[in-house]
């Protein structure tokens, strides 16, 4: 214990160094949260083990010997973390203890550099950067050379404030451009160029990188008559400091988590990098009851975004039969948290996959969400290997009824081809009651297995006449008459889902929910589907020839059409009951992007909208986009239509074309 403890001392030490010294980071954010909470467990643990030069006591780093060195007279502090939602309702719950209601401000985390500016007589005097929290770096000279920084504000007063010194995406993307052609080492991100711009002892080094500036902190408001942070930074604003419009006052914990999704949804839109959201309390007074800790003030919290990329351990590789027989390797990793979830399984897709990335099992590997929704490992991280990593073999019988694996003519995957196999058909059932199909509530994965090996739901039908166990279901561990009740409840509302839900459903290969909505819309019954020929679902936009084999051979199968007809029978609405499409030409055929904060509509509003008038949305700009919809703070997306002069609309713009 005392021998990892001061491992983790170590570490972190030598992470806060390069990151905040050298500008050099050699480990992940997510690796460095990690160890940093690893170790304040073992101190909350173990009190006793406590150093005084413990990361945990201090803030920041260390002093560059080129700069001269500034002591603030309001301490520096960081900000304390919190990475999920069950931890930022754990933060509002200790402020309620206390006896206050709070209401929050909530601002953009900018991922750059922290600075202090000082002004005498309305004049800028100094300039500082954190440091270690009380004596930082004296980087006048360099700040002065920043546009978004004035030298004189519009009152003749002495005050300080704080702020993020940072540089936008497409500057970064201008100074790599020019290092490249020069034949000289890559910027590696936003934050890290801001950082070693701003230390450069040539001022007209950092004048070239065209830095800018937000300032979000006064740390003395009462000085000057200020009762709350929103009063702090509209007086900043009004003395004319670059205060970022993102900043919002909300009510309530609710109010809070709906901020911190819609600029979760908008971050890569935004002209500059963001890593999460700051939440403080507004009320001065209040922040004054919750105090400080030695390191963090009580009164605020950094929401971190997940990280997009994390670093984990590939432990094995396992393989599973899905409900067409595919045959699919998975990797089992040591559990890592990514965007808000725990992830231990990722999806390996096939033996191809695997060997082109030679992926071993011992591996480190990078590990991201595809479509911020599917854990996907990315690489594997090579210099780390220690040489005890084992190979990847593809296997030659299922897993589950052993019989041989093949491949289908022209594809990479394996499938097990018994139709008889147990585990194809419960994927299918487990497929048939998920959310996006049916939508069965509380059936999961292992009861519906459960359900299987017990007799109860061999196929489709069979979901809808487990009335007739009822009293079998009462016999079983876990099994109440009220979660039977709901159980039942919830089977039998699933029977008024609209048809592209019963589409999806019924699991026809390579028919996923957007496929199923446009056959739903497009057909209204299934039995005007089932009626279609080839050359007419290949008419359809978005269809082409693999999926319409797919539709005719599936129900050219008389099992297929025995369950078809069965969950008719059993009163399975077959009918689109959505919205229908009405063709509007300024829509129609056409493709749209959305981008920045929009204030009337949500995303998906516009998104639905856009489908049932005939359109269809993209998330990237190219030369077949019809027209870009922009709300406040577009991004690079908005660039790029500029660039390639496509029509852009503001939500009025969109409104009137409806």
Same mark, same amino acid.
């Given at each position: ?13 030598e ?17 460095y949260?990690s160890l ?12 006793e ?10 803030a ?6 080129g ?5 603030h007279?309001?301490p ?23 006896g ?11 991922d750059?550099l ?36 004035p ?22 993307e ?8 020069n034949?000289?080492e ?5 934050r890290n ?6 230390r450069q002892l ?6 070239s990188?065209k ?7 006064l740390?003395n408001?009462?000085?000057?008559g200020?009762?709350?942070h ?5 007086y ?7 205060v970022?419009?993102?900043?919002k006052l909300?009510?309530n914990?609710?109010e809070?988590l ?7 949804s ?7 990098d ?23 003030p ?5 929401y971190?975004?997940?990280a997009?990329q994390?670093l984990?351990?590939l432990v ?7 409900r ?10 040591e559990p890592?948290i990514?965007?808000?979830?725990? %992830?231990? =399984?990722? #999806?390996?897709?096939n033996?191809? !996959?695997?060997?082109?990335? *030679? /992926? ?6 990078s ?5 911020e929704?599917?854990p996907?490992?990315?690489?594997a ?5 220690t ?38 058909h ?12 049916m ?8 009861i ?8 109860? %739901?061999? =196929?489709? #039908?069979?979901?809808?006449?487990? !009335?007739?166990h009822k009293k *079998? /279901?009462?016999?079983?561990e876990?099994?109440g ?6 159980l039942?409840n919830?089977?039998e ?9 019963l589409i ?6 390579n ?27 290949t ?15 599936y ?6 059409m025995?369950q ?10 077959? #009918? ?21 904060t929009?204030?009337k ?6 998104e639905?909208?856009i489908a ?5 949305t ?6 077949k ?7 406040e703070?577009p991004?690079?997306?908005y660039?790029?239509?500029k660039e ?11 409104e009137n074309?409806?």
């Open positions: 214990m005392l021998e990892r403890y001061e491992e983790l001392i170590k570490i972190i030490n992470a806060d160094y390069n990151y905040h010294t050298l500008d050099k980071p050699t480990i992940t954010d997510q690796e949260d940093l909470r690893e170790l304040f467990n073992l101190e909350a643990e173990h009190p083990l406590r150093r005084s030069d413990s990361p945990t006591q201090r920041g780093g260390k002093i560059l010997e700069f001269g060195k500034v002591t007279k309001i520096m502090l960081s900000l304390s973390n919190v990475f999920n939602e069950s931890e930022i309702v754990n933060f509002d719950s200790r402020i309620k203890k206390e206050i209601d709070p209401k929050y401000v909530c601002e953009l985390k900018i750059g922290s600075v202090s500016l000082q002004y005498e007589n309305g004049k800028l005097v100094k300039a500082a950067t954190r440091g270690d929290g009380v004596t930082g770096e004296d980087i006048t000279e360099n700040v002065k050379t920043i546009k978004t920084v030298l004189t504000i519009k009152e003749p007063i002495d005050i300080e404030v704080r702020g993020e010194i940072y540089m936008s995406k497409k500057v970064l201008e100074i790599n451009e020019k290092r490249k052609e034949g000289l890559l910027l590696q991100n936003a160029a801001a950082a070693g711009s701003i040539d001022s007209k080094v950092a004048a990188r830095l800018e500036c937000w300032i979000y902190h740390p408001p009462e000085d000057y200020i009762s709350t929103m009063e702090a930074l509209n900043m604003k009004h003395l004319g400091f670059r970022n419009p993102n900043n909300v009510n914990i609710d809070l709906q901020y911190i999704e819609e600029k979760g908008l971050r890569d839109d935004l002209p500059y963001i890593d999460g959201v700051v939440i403080k309390l507004n009320s001065l007074p209040d922040q004054k009851i919750m105090g400080y800790t030695a390191k963090y009580r009164w605020a919290t950094a971190k975004f997940p997009k994390v984990t351990k094995d590789i396992i393989f599973t039969v899905g067409t027989g595919q045959i699919t390797p998975n990797a089992v990793l890592v990514i965007q808000g979830s725990t %992830i231990r =399984r990722a #999806t390996l897709h033996e191809d !996959y695997v060997v082109s990335k *030679d /992926l071993r099992i011992g591996d480190t590997v590990i991201r969400k595809a479509a929704v599917i996907e490992v990315v690489e991280i090579k210099e780390r290997r040489g005890d990593e084992k190979p990847f073999e593809m296997i030659k019988f299922c897993p589950i009824c052993h019989s041989p694996l093949m491949k289908k003519e022209g594809q990479v995957d394996y499938y097990c081809f018994n139709q008889g196999c147990d585990r194809r419960i994927e299918g059932l487990i497929h048939f009651a998920s959310r996006k199909a939508n069965i509530d509380g059936l999961g994965d292992q519906i297995e459960d359900f299987y090996n017990l007799g109860f %739901i061999k =196929r489709f #039908t069979d979901f809808y006449k487990l !009335y007739e *079998d /279901l009462t016999e079983l876990g099994y008459d009220k979660s039977i009740n709901n039942l919830a089977i509302e699933s029977k008024n889902n609209s048809l592209e839900r999806f459903a019924l699991g026809i290969p028919v996923g929910e957007k496929t199923a909505k446009i056959l739903a819309m497009r057909y209204e019954t299934l039995d005007n589907l089932i009626n279609a020929d080839i050359e007419e679902l008419s359809i936009p978005d269809i082409g020839g693999i999926i319409a084999k797919s539709i005719k051979d129900f050219s199968l008389s099992f297929n025995e078809v007809n069965g969950l008719k029978d059993l009163g399975v609405n077959t #009918t689109y009951t959505g919205e229908k499409v009405v063709v509007n030409e300024n829509f129609s055929g056409k493709t749209f992007v959305i981008t920045g929009l204030v509509y949500t995303r998906t509003e516009i639905d909208k049932l008038l005939g359109g269809k993209s998330s990237s700009v190219s030369k986009t019809s027209a870009v919809i922009v709300g703070n991004g690079s997306k660039d790029k239509a390639l002069g496509i029509p852009i609309w503001s939500e009025e713009d969109f074309n409806l």
